[in-house]
């Protein structure tokens, strides 16, 4: 009923906008909305800014994280650690890891996590690539940093069944209480892997 | 720190959408890892879909509405009610009273809100244009629907001002209690409202 008074262009970019994660019809609306109301060069500026990303952005093809050059400027960058690689999901979660700043080291991409139900099994993940890497023999220690999910876990212990007879240390990133929460919040799956991991005080 | 690591053009893609109301730095982010995963195509298409916006979209000169003919859906239907229209801040709100699916006059779209301190006083808005409406003479009942906000309110109180003395009525949206809401949970300025406003039982 309503979809008569919206104007087709508006609905195209409203029905374009749904298909963005967290973005339902409501907040699609108002995106649209807001776009029209501001004028016309703004949009033309997002639509570039678009229509650039997939031409000028490639895989690394070291790390396979998202970069324009290649190598990316962390495998590029002769002051890091190619010893240690950091095994994430995705590039975002190495963005999450630079946040933190305490690790200098190269990652490793793998470009989503197993999940037989979707059809991802090892070969569409940057597995066997991870291993060229360790066949290259650079790599000392490799630092496991899926999340904590179920097939991020699934997906940590197929590394783990597969690596553990390389001559690399495997590490895990530490699971545990949040900084600055209340113990008595946490939920207890959380609780009881920080009490099995627990650590002697130095 | 991070941004070294962001490719430029995906940067660029999140400082764009962080300027569309309610989205911030990590949403942003989030919707540009999507859009980069996400085949080139897609991006293209939404791309296309901005730059369309625009170009196809006018303001009806009638109601001054987004629309792609003029005069918009609404003017051009004869089955519609010319002599009663409805008064509110943004096209959006059309689409709500459209929703709401019992009105069945014309629109009268303002472009905003009183508000000296943003520079936007009567000038701004299309108040000429509503009187030049009643000047024609077809309108019989201008019914103000703006938002029961200060600057709405402060609106609403301005058009009533305005266009007491001209030849038609004048009316307003009903305040008060929120369909199946709890009267305790009402906060009181909306009771007061709804007190003032009681209607007789028919």
Tied chains: 1, 2.
């Excluded at 639509?47 to 031409?55: E, I, K, P």
């Excluded at 190598?71 to 963005?95: F, H, W, Y």
């Amino acid at each position: 009923m309503s979809l008569q008074v919206i104007p087709p262009a508006l609905e195209r970019l409203i029905q374009d906008l749904c298909k963005l994660p967290g973005i339902g019809q409501k907040t699609a609306s108002r995106l649209g909305m807001t776009i029209l109301r501001r004028p016309a060069n703004e949009a033309r500026e997002l639509a570039d800014a678009l229509t650039q990303l997939h031409s000028s952005i490639q895989l690394c093809s070291c790390c396979f994280t998202f970069s324009e050059s290649d190598p990316c400027s962390i495998c590029g960058n002769l002051k890091r650690d190619a010893s240690l690689v950091c095994v994430v999901e995705q590039p975002g979660d190495l963005l999450a890891i630079e946040k933190a700043g305490n690790f200098n080291g190269h990652y490793h991409i793998l470009h989503g996590v197993l999940s037989p139900m979707d059809g991802i099994g090892p070969a569409e993940l940057k597995i066997k690539e991870l291993e060229a890497r360790i066949n290259s023999g650079t790599i000392k220690e490799i630092f496991i940093a899926t999340s904590s999910t179920v097939p991020g876990e699934a997906t940590a212990s197929f590394l783990i069944d597969r690596l553990h007879k390389r001559p690399v240390l495997l590490t895990r990133l530490a699971c545990g209480i949040p900084m600055g929460m209340d113990i008595k919040y946490a939920d207890r799956h959380t609780l009881a892997r920080a009490i099995e991991s627990r650590s002697e005080t130095r």
